[in-house]
């Protein structure tokens, strides 16, 4: 959890981890047919994330984490291999997966506090027990007071926070998320992460983090999953071994950014 390291377990190479890993990416490759030629997106690419490990997915633009992210959420078929989420074959969207995206994607007519119940309407609990969970939730992520506000009044650092809580509410085995930070500004950003980090801790969820920011993935992972391009593939996963919280200007903070540019090219 935050302010502990852990031991992560170790990637699977060939996707045969243990069907009780949190995550299987299981050889995973995707082709599509761009005008009669095909186009390879993504090759073999194999990784697991055990039940409350938090890892982050970093690569050059063309690398594919997009279409991972979304072959990983259910909302896009992968040409061969498969995703597994708790032993369990991902075919489609599902509760057991809270997906967070850059955009925000709330509903503007409702509350923060209905954005955040929107997901437990169609639930088997009773009007109480959900609304109990909405008041859990908003106030996991400092938002009591404006449960009865609409987003068009919220800055976009709140509105990640609603987005957030709202899929956290259905209580996911897998907090998946696509660049969540990207459209904020620098300092909101490191105070999100800082947040997620303190959300992780306490709810324990199992969380995977695609991110083309090299000093965010350094921040918040216990491993990093950095990916190839020509076709998205996986080059190596690196391992983040140093003490919560970090700081920027640690010697070994800077050491593994240095690493993951280094393996996706990018300038130091």
């Not at 299987?24 to 994330?49: E, I, N």
């Not at 009591?144 to 609409?150: A, N, P």
């Not at 695609?210 to 992972?221: G, K, Q, R, Y």
């Amino acid at each position: 959890m935050a302010g502990v390291n852990r031991s992560p377990g170790s990637e699977s190479e060939s996707g045969d981890g243990p069907d009780d890993a949190g995550v299987a990416v299981d050889r995973v490759g995707k082709t599509y047919d761009d005008g009669g030629s095909p186009v390879r997106a993504l090759d073999d690419v194999s990784f697991d994330v055990e039940p409350g490990e938090f890892v982050c997915v970093v690569g050059p633009s063309g690398c594919g984490k997009t279409t991972l992210f979304r072959i990983i959420a259910g909302l896009t078929d992968a040409t061969d291999g498969e995703i597994r989420l708790a032993g369990a074959p991902v075919t489609g969207p599902t509760t057991d997966m809270g997906v967070v995206f850059q955009e925000y994607h709330l509903f503007p007519w409702l509350t923060v506090a209905e954005n955040v119940g929107f997901g437990l309407e169609r639930s088997d609990r009773s009007e109480a027990e959900r609304e109990r969970r909405v008041e859990e939730m908003l106030d996991l992520v400092g938002l009591t007071e404006f449960r009865d506000s609409y987003p068009k009044s919220l800055s976009g650092g709140m509105k990640q926070r609603v987005a957030i809580a709202r899929s956290l509410a259905v209580d996911p085995e897998l907090l998946l998320m696509d660049e969540p930070f990207g459209a904020v500004d620098a300092q909101t950003r490191e105070m999100l992460q800082r947040e997620l980090l303190d959300v992780w801790a306490s709810t324990g969820k199992t969380v995977l983090f695609v991110t083309h920011d090299v000093a965010e993935a350094v921040t918040l992972a216990d491993r990093i999953v950095v990916m190839a391009a020509d076709p998205g593939r996986v080059a190596e996963i690196v391992d983040v071994d140093v003490s919560r919280p970090r700081e920027r200007g640690d010697p070994a903070f800077g050491e593994h950014v240095a690493r993951v540019r280094e393996l996706i090219g990018a300038m130091p």
